[in-house]
């Protein structure tokens, strides 16, 4: 409680004093949305860094895919690989429609592509950040960088942080802070579980005489599997100057993430190139296309991609399908339905990539994103142990977590 002074008197000023960790995304939606819902709050915004939003700025390689079309909870969830089935609950009351709702009346414009991401129609991360500040800062919220919080302990009702050597009483406090070993320790010393991070969303690295040259090719849709490690992943694919990336190897890095990690990332994938083809359907319009057609000219796939995915069987470019004993067709088919490649390594998906690990689910009340054992703290974002594949599900958690902490905050404070 402080006493200050105003309108000629002195008030009493109540108002509840609440940190956010983190300037990130989660951080400012949280911060927006509580600064809008209440007038009981005093929020603070601490960002450790010297300026806010820093990663929703390079997001979508600078477009910031802000969330997805896809908008029915149940379908929604299957695009996490941690964390879909306790986000069902959550997805009920603020999901991607509710984000897009939320930037539109804000004033940004939003437009929807193919594959079903949504970005600001200007293609400019830029919009997302000054909305987000505009929103806080016109709601009166605190936003200070270079504030490192160094030590959270609960004190009485509330919490004690450690901030630029000062210490500083906190009703709430928001763990917005992304995924960072300094705060996963800090978190951990308080007694709350932590799955340790590893990477997701990442691209397989391959040298394979097959891949050569191929960089830029793209296949629209491939099956992927890995023994023993996931469900099999289907979507594009693209061939890269390392080996491969495109939708369904980013899917399956994501939910293949700990099993992956474990073989130090040195596993064989297998790969069919035409799913939609069975091995008889594949014969039988080889021989619809009649016995002179000369095997290198099929249009099954980009053509350089199918002449050497063909090599072993394809020895003269020439050769027509005629000239194929039954070996030959079985090694054709199996050429190009179970085609397998060793990859030895990841890299960075540049557009997106996100952290698994964070605070064990178990710990969280997912009606309000609070904290079991510390009732008056919260978490969102990068910082659980949730994450989604690409599409504009990453963001997605951060708003719909922080969106339900700040209604909580609300409520608890007073105001609804
Ligand atoms: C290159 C790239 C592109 C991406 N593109 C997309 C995309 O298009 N769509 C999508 O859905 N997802 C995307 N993602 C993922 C998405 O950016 C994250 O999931 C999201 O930013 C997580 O938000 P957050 O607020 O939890 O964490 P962050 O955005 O990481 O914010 C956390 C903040 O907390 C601060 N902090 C940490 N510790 C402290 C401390 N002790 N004291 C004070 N401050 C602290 C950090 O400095 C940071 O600013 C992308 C990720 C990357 C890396």
Same mark, same amino acid.
């Given at each position: 409680?402080?006493?200050?002074?105003? !309108?000629?008197?002195?008030?009493?000023?109540?108002?509840?004093?609440?940190?956010?960790?983190?300037?990130?995304?989660?951080?400012?939606?949280?911060?927006?949305?509580?600064?809008?819902?209440?007038?009981?709050?005093?929020?603070?915004?601490?960002?450790?860094?010297?300026?806010?939003?820093?990663?929703? !700025?390079?997001?979508?390689?600078? !477009?910031?895919?802000?969330?997805?079309?896809?908008?029915?909870?149940?379908?929604?969830?299957?695009?996490?690989?941690?964390?879909?089935?306790?986000?069902?609950?959550?997805?009920?009351?603020?999901?991607?429609?509710?984000?897009?709702?939320?930037?539109?009346?804000?004033?940004?414009?939003?437009?929807?592509?193919?594959?079903?991401?949504? =970005?600001?129609?200007?293609?400019?991360?830029?919009?997302?950040?000054?909305? &987000?500040?505009?929103?806080? $800062?016109?709601?009166?919220?605190? *936003?200070?960088?270079?504030?490192?919080?160094? %030590?959270?302990?609960?004190?009485?009702?509330?919490?004690?942080?450690?901030?630029?050597?000062?210490?500083?009483?906190?009703?709430?406090?928001?763990?917005? *802070?992304?995924?960072?070993?300094?705060?996963?320790?800090?978190?951990?010393?308080?007694?709350?579980?932590? @799955?340790?991070?590893?990477?997701?969303?990442?691209?397989?690295?391959?040298?394979?005489?097959?891949? !050569?040259?191929?960089?830029?090719?793209?296949?629209?849709? @491939?099956?992927?599997?890995?023994?023993?490690?996931?469900?099999?992943?289907?979507?594009?694919? &693209?061939?890269?100057?390392?080996? =491969? %990336?495109?939708?369904?190897?980013?899917?399956?890095?994501?939910?293949?993430?700990?099993?992956?990690?474990?073989?130090?990332?040195? =596993?064989?994938?297998?790969?069919?190139?035409?799913?939609?083809?069975?091995?008889?359907?594949?014969? %039988?319009?080889?021989?619809?296309?009649?016995?002179?057609?000369?095997?290198?000219?099929?249009?099954?796939?980009?053509?350089?991609?199918?002449?050497?995915?063909?090599?072993? @069987?394809?020895?003269?470019?020439?050769?027509?399908?005629?000239?194929?004993? $039954?070996?030959?067709?079985?090694?054709?088919?199996?050429?190009?339905?179970?085609?397998?490649?060793?990859?030895?390594?990841?890299?960075?998906?540049?557009?997106? =990539? @996100?952290?698994?690990?964070?605070?064990?689910?178990?710990?969280?009340?997912?009606?309000?994103? +609070?904290?079991?054992?510390?009732?008056?703290?919260?978490?969102?974002?990068?910082?659980?142990?949730?994450?989604?594949?690409?599409? +504009?599900?990453?963001?997605?958690?951060?708003?719909?977590?922080?969106?339900?902490?700040? $209604?909580?905050?609300?409520?608890?404070?007073?105001?609804?």
């Amino acid at each position: 409680m402080v006493i200050k002074e105003g !309108r000629g008197i002195f008030a009493i000023d109540m108002k509840k004093k609440v940190a956010i960790i983190g300037g990130g995304a989660a951080g400012f939606f949280c911060a927006a949305n509580l600064g809008e819902m209440s007038e009981d709050v005093e929020i603070t915004i601490l960002e450790q860094g010297k300026e806010f939003l820093s990663k929703v !700025r390079v997001s979508g390689g600078g !477009r910031c895919n802000v969330t997805n079309v896809c908008d029915e909870p149940r379908e929604l969830i299957k695009n996490y690989p941690r964390g879909g089935r306790e986000l069902l609950g959550p997805f009920h009351k603020f999901a991607t429609a509710d984000t897009r709702w939320w930037f539109e009346a804000r004033g940004v414009a939003l437009k929807e592509e193919e594959d079903g991401r949504i =970005f600001p129609v200007s293609d400019d991360s830029a919009d997302i950040v000054n909305c &987000l500040l505009k929103v806080a $800062k016109s709601n009166g919220v605190r *936003c200070l960088t270079h504030q490192k919080v160094t %030590s959270l302990k609960p004190a009485g009702s509330g919490f004690k942080l450690q901030v630029s050597g000062e210490e500083v009483f906190f009703d709430f406090v928001v763990l917005a *802070c992304g995924s960072s070993k300094y705060m996963n320790d800090m978190i951990s010393d308080l007694g709350i579980d932590i @799955v340790p991070p590893l990477p997701s969303l990442f691209t397989f690295n391959c040298k394979d005489r097959r891949l !050569r040259d191929l960089a830029g090719i793209s296949v629209p849709n @491939v099956e992927v599997s890995i023994e023993g490690v996931t469900d099999d992943q289907s979507g594009p694919i &693209l061939i890269t100057h390392q080996g =491969f %990336s495109g939708p369904a190897i980013l899917k399956m890095s994501a939910f293949g993430a700990r099993s992956l990690a474990s073989s130090s990332y040195k =596993f064989e994938v297998k790969i069919d190139w035409l799913p939609a083809w069975s091995g008889d359907q594949i014969i %039988s319009r080889l021989r619809a296309e009649g016995k002179r057609k000369v095997l290198g000219k099929y249009d099954f796939l980009p053509n350089r991609l199918w002449v050497q995915l063909l090599e072993p @069987v394809i020895t003269d470019p020439e050769m027509t399908n005629a000239s194929l004993n $039954k070996t030959q067709l079985e090694s054709l088919v199996s050429a190009l339905k179970n085609s397998s490649f060793s990859i030895n390594g990841k890299a960075t998906f540049k557009e997106e =990539f @996100v952290t698994a690990g964070g605070i064990d689910l178990r710990e969280m009340d997912f009606r309000t994103f +609070g904290l079991r054992k510390y009732p008056g703290m919260y978490a969102a974002g990068e910082i659980l142990d949730i994450d989604g594949v690409t599409g +504009g599900f990453n963001f997605q958690n951060a708003w719909t977590g922080a969106y339900l902490i700040a $209604k909580d905050i609300a409520e608890k404070a007073g105001s609804i």
